[in-house]
């Protein structure tokens, strides 16, 4: 039988493709499960806060939710990338998911009591895992893929990502609607469940490097991790450029559902819907730079998506800037008949299909170009930095939002927008010499 070039083949047939194949399959569905379940838990918190318990300082609590999940990624995304690096990352990847059955069991109570402290434990434990779990899902990818299909596996991995994202807000979206916990904990367990039976099927890799011993000292792994990116420019450049995508999607995340309830009045439901928008987006995004590649390493998109980022996060704050505080709650119907409702959706998808269309080629060149016994490491050093901009993003946007500065939610979005101007300029001359 004659072997198919995967450089030949048809953008989509390999895309179907992919999902079909086994080296691929059990990996997608063990990062869509594991992100579903972030996000249901994230949600349920931030749902809790905003519809059940009543919190006066809703905006600056939802957004330490995600402060909270990401900064374990600061401390052992380098002890991930040295543990990945010097095990078979799909045993690895196993123990991390049995782990996560674990910490589902402190979600659980955490919604049967509605405990607050229980859920920002909850969510504790599962960013210490997704610290760990990052360097393995982002560092296996080419050794399962060849380099032609790796923004196809990339395009595929992020649209799962948003598309997770978005039913795990569906389903904490719904735990805090007065409905029965026993339910949503059978979910949350399932789930839990789902993700570890799907790292089952990830098949083995070569270690990386066999004889390396992960450093103790984390923050000193940690910071030798950053020397080493810092030191090769290329790689700092787009490490430095994915790293403000991630940071300007928390940010975002985080004040949408704010700006929408606060000025239009919506409800769960019409969360729910902008929220999906953003996760069809991305996806789109994703798709799209796999397909514009055609099985290229193809960056020249990058800082044309960067100006698209910045063009609908500006739109976004003029479009909710001048609209008076909402005074009662709507729903779907009542959001996506008026202007500002359609004018907000719009935006939200086509910010998060410039998102798409940004990070995946970035990413895809720093796999493809990392040698093969320090990818893991190098994922790691890039996933310390996406959370040290994560962090600082959001912490810094719930210090403008509190009451002691009072900066409001829709400047604080156009704000960003103009910000991603400066980020176009940065990867614009890199992008165009094939640099970054």
Known sequence: MKKIDPASTPPFAMLAGL????????????????????????????????????????GPLITLA???????????????????????????????????????????????????????????????????????KYGILPDLLVKAELMAGNALVEAATFIAIFLGLIAGGLSAKGRGPEGTVLQLMAIAIACFAASLFIPSTERGEPGLHANRNVLASTFALIREVAQDATLWTRTMAVSWFWMSGAIALSLVPVVVRNKTGGGIEVETAVSALFALGIGIGSIAAAVIAH???YLKMVPFAALGMAAFLIDLGAAT????????????????????????????AALACAGGLFVVPLFTAI??????????????????????????????????????????????LAALGVLNIGAALYVRRPAAHGAI
């Open 367 to 412: 796999q493809a170009d990392a040698a093969l016994d320090r990818r893991a490491r190098i994922v790691g050093g890039v996933n310390i930095l996406n959370a040290a901009f994560i962090v600082g993003g959001v912490l810094a946007t719930a210090i403008l939002q509190s009451s002691h500065v009072g900066v409001t939610e829709p400047v604080l």
């Open 295 to 297: 099985g290229r390493i």
């Open 19 to 58: 999902l079909r194949s086994r080296r691929f399959a059990g990996l997608f569905w063990c990062q869509f499960f594991s992100v579903f379940n972030d996000n249901f838990v994230r949600n349920m918190l931030a749902m809790l806060i905003l519809f059940r318990l009543g919190e006066t300082h809703a």
């Open 66 to 136: 995600v402060g909270t999940f990401m900064l374990p990624s600061l401390v052992l995304s380098g002890l991930g990338g040295e543990l990945a690096d010097a095990h078979d990352k799909a045993w690895l990847a196993r123990r991390l998911k049995f782990a996560e059955i674990l910490v589902q069991m402190i979600a659980a109570a955490g919604l049967i009591l509605s405990s607050l402290p229980l859920l920002y434990t909850a969510l504790f434990g599962l960013g210490v895992i997704s610290a760990l779990f990052g360097p393995v």
């Open 321 to 348: 800037y001048f609209l008076p505080v909402a005074s009662r709650e709507i729903g779907l119907a009542e959001f996506f008949s008026s202007l500002a409702g359609l004018r907000i959706a719009f935006d939200v």
